[in-house]
Nanobody, 121 residues
Framework: QVQLVESGGGLVQSGGSLRLSCTTSESIFSFNAMAWYRQASGKQREWVAHSISIGRANYSNYAEFGKGRFTISRDNAMNTVYLQMNSLKPEDTAVYYC????????????WGQGTQVTVSS
């Protein structure tokens, strides 16, 4: 059974930075896409960023609110995907989830348990 384990959340002041990690229980090459989502209290889950593998290349994209502040990256040797978040704002407060999708699948079928990010003003 595929497991995704997130870490790196915490409490940070506005303007600060955090780096979230997501480690997969099997080779990251098993997945053709990795993504981060978030869900703030009382709100729907929203997409944050994704990294799609096509051949040897990875292509990243970001939600508008994350452009210029968030960076998704991978360490294939560690089976880990990261989300570097800079210039954090109170509105970034949410539970952040890692998700993975295998080749041939349409949806992100594999999810982590989430890690809380709280940004104080």
């Amino acid at each position: 059974q595929v497991q995704l384990v997130e870490s790196g959340g915490g409490l940070v002041q506005s303007g600060g930075s955090l780096r979230l990690s997501c480690t997969t229980s099997e080779s990251i090459f098993s997945f053709n896409a990795m993504a981060w989502y978030r869900q703030a209290s009382g709100k729907q889950r929203e997409w944050v960023a994704h990294s799609i593998s096509i051949g040897r290349a990875n292509y990243s994209n970001y939600a508008e609110f994350g452009k210029g502040r968030f960076t998704i990256s991978r360490d294939n040797a560690m089976n880990t995907v990261y989300l570097q978040m800079n210039s954090l704002k109170p509105e970034d407060t949410a539970v952040y989830y890692c998700a993975a999708r295998k080749s041939g699948e349409v949806e992100f079928d594999y999810w982590g348990q989430g890690t809380q990010v709280t940004v104080s003003s």
